[in-house]
């Protein structure tokens, strides 16, 4: 079997929830047990609140990346998650990711596309 760095999932989700896509600190928080759940290796994070309101994060990771960004004037979320299978396959864990980060944000998807690296 030929070695496959990992699974990179790009996706955009719109959502009802204005209050969630609005503000960081939430799914900040929420974020962090989902990554201590999926025993991932955060290395650092950046997270800005834009004025009146949207939010982006990027948290850096040893197996790779997961970034957001919301608009709530457009009820959109749009999601980047690269997790690498250097040290394990970790394609169910961007799939189950995404899978939580959806319904978290009560999101029905827009689009998605998986890139197997």
Known sequence: MTYQPGSHLI???QTEDVM???EY????????DRIHDYN???LGEVWHNFSPGGFTGVVCLSESHLSIH???EHLL?????YLSNYERRNDNTVNA???EISHF?????????TIVR
């Open 25 to 32: 600190t939430a799914f900040k928080n929420w974020l962090h």
């Open 77 to 81: 979320i749009n999601l980047d998650i």
């Open 70 to 72: 919301t608009w709530p």
């Open 40 to 42: 991932l290796t955060k």
């Open 20 to 22: 969630k896509i609005a």
């Open 11 to 13: 996706a955009s989700l």
């Open 105 to 113: 944000f009560n999101g029905q998807t827009v689009q998605v596309q």
């Open 97 to 99: 990711l995404f899978q």
